[in-house]
């Protein structure tokens, strides 16, 4: 098989369903930004190789379901009428992250000011992965206002925003490293009460 098919040469690609389209058509856009997500939770995967499992190893697994969730996630947007029962994103994924990022909040000291993305190597991955995953999101809903979009993708990708913004925090508390807080900003947040 070859990679390329040249098919795309005049700048269309197909969508299921849909026939041709151009490829910065909003659609494409939408599944093209969850798809460089994808590579960006995978570089985040790829530094916890290796690492000692005993610390990691939860991290570098929850991001490996969260690259085939991903791919979920594209498959669904790439639909041009969503048909539900094809539909491969489900309530209980971002239910399973909402549980994620309960667990990953207890790890982290009581946030009160914005922070800035970073603190250690790992942490700044993961806030690169959130900032795309929130451009993905943005993306999509672009492309809901518009045209059929399945819902639960944008529920997943804003859920999916925040628990990479807690693993980030959760990374830089076991290495004992400090959040850096934006230094001019006011204090913002209350923690929930520990349940």
């Not at 990691?56 to 969260?66: C, F, H, Q, S, V």
Request: charged share 30%; proline share 5%; aromatic share 8%.
């Amino acid at each position: 098989m070859n990679i390329y098919t040249r098919t795309g040469d005049e700048g269309q690609t197909s969508v299921i369903g849909g026939g041709r389209v151009a490829k910065d058509d909003i659609r494409v856009e939408a599944y093209g930004t969850v798809d460089e997500l994808n590579a960006a939770v995978g570089q985040a995967a790829a530094w916890l190789a290796g690492k000692d499992a005993g610390v990691w190893g939860d991290m570098a697994e929850r991001l490996t379901i969260i690259q085939h969730e991903l791919f979920d996630c594209g498959s669904d947007l790439s639909y041009a009428s969503p048909d539900p029962s094809k539909m491969k994103v489900t309530d209980e994924m971002t239910t399973r992250l909402e549980q994620w990022i309960d667990e990953y909040e207890r790890e982290t000291p009581p946030i009160q000011r914005f922070i800035l993305p970073g603190g250690s190597r790992i942490a700044a991955l993961l806030h690169v992965c959130r900032t795309v995953c929130r451009r993905a999101e943005r993306r999509v809903v672009t492309l809901s206002a518009e045209r059929p979009c399945p819902p639960e993708v944008r529920r997943y990708l804003n859920r999916l925003s925040d628990f990479l913004f807690t693993a980030a925090r959760a990374a830089n508390a076991r290495l004992g490293v400090p959040d850096v807080e934006y230094e001019r900003g006011a204090s913002v947040f209350k923690r929930r009460p520990a349940e």
